[in-house]
């Protein structure tokens, strides 16, 4: 899994960098997306933002991102607790 964490001041390049980001991912809390792990994936992610946004920033705006590992522990409270569960809805 890999968590992308934001804090962009200029709204218009947070919006254009939430609907990119949306594209790989889901959104976990207002600036920070869980996507699948993939290598293709995160060099993907990474050009775009260098090529794309980077040279955008300012000095008060930043991007982590955060690579997890098969062995990393994840624990989750509250409705992030709940979202690795499928519902199944009969109609």
């Known amino acids: 899994m890999i968590l992308i964490s934001y804090d962009i001041s200029d709204n218009k390049l947070r919006a254009k960098f939430s609907k ?28 775009e933002i260098t090529n794309n946004f980077e040279n955008k920033f300012d000095q008060s ?20 607790k709940n979202e690795e569960n499928d519902i199944i809805i009969i109609d």
């Open 61 to 80: 705006d930043s991007v982590i991102i955060i690579e997890t590992s098969e062995n990393c522990k994840i624990t989750k409270f509250g409705y992030a």
């Open 20 to 47: 990119f980001i949306i594209k790989f991912g889901v959104r976990i809390q207002y600036s920070v997306f869980e996507i699948t792990n993939s290598k293709r994936m995160l060099k993907n992610i990474m050009c």
